[in-house]
């Protein structure tokens, strides 16, 4: 059996298959996102550029299946949950958290597509292998300046999340680390929060009959 022709693309059949789109001066601004189309589903702002994610893994969607649960059951009726939901920092930089934590009294109804960063009490980032740079260190630094109290950033060992989490030294306008969190996260900030991270592949019971 013969192998496989090599499949390559060339730069004008890339062009023609691809419909890039090109930034005006100066950079996209926060807005463009909801008027550019064709745009892949789940696409950031970041510094003027927009950044593509790629496909989520297993550990990644349910890690954020978990978290997103968990919070909504728990979280105090002032505050609401939203799942890849992007938020406002400034004109050149809108990215979109796995999971946040805003204020209730902030939706902007069915059709919002956006929230302010003073209505975010919490953001959480799951890091995937091509956002390590991004989760790790230019997101929380973001937050940060945009005085989100509250961040989680969240971390695969051995098929489990470990979440490691933040809160915001006003004085400095950066974060200071709180705990690690293997198998349990058990907080009183931003509110009463337990999860069972081991949870995260158990299906949930079935009813009784």
């Not at 499949?7 to 926060?30: C, F, I, M, S």
């Not at 958290?97 to 902030?106: F, H, K, M, S």
Request: charged share 30%; aromatic share 8%; net charge negative.
């Amino acid at each position: 059996m013969s192998a496989a022709p090599e499949y390559e693309l060339d730069e004008q059949e890339t062009q023609k298959q691809y419909n890039y789109p090109v930034p005006p001066p100066g950079g996209w601004k926060a807005e463009h996102l909801d008027r550019l189309p064709n745009l892949p589903r789940r696409t950031e702002l970041i510094d003027g550029s927009l950044v593509f994610m790629s496909p989520q893994t297993k550990f990644h969607m349910r890690t954020i299946s978990l978290l997103e649960v968990c919070l909504r059951s728990q979280a105090p009726d002032e505050l609401d949950v939203y799942r890849e939901f992007t938020v406002r920092l400034d004109e050149e930089n809108r990215p979109e958290p796995d999971v946040l934590v805003a204020l209730t009294e902030a939706d902007t109804g069915p059709k919002g597509t956006w929230l302010k960063a003073e209505d975010v009490v919490l953001a959480i980032e799951v890091v995937s292998d091509d956002s390590v740079t991004r989760d790790r260190e230019v997101k929380p630094r973001k937050y940060a300046n945009a005085d989100i109290p509250h961040f989680w950033r969240v971390e695969e060992s051995e098929g489990l999340p470990v979440v490691y989490v933040y809160e915001l030294d006003p004085a400095t306008s950066s974060y200071a680390i709180s705990g690690i969190h293997h198998d349990k996260l058990e907080l009183k900030v931003p509110f009463d929060i337990s999860i069972d991270l081991t949870a995260i592949n158990k299906r949930r019971p079935a009813a009784d009959s």
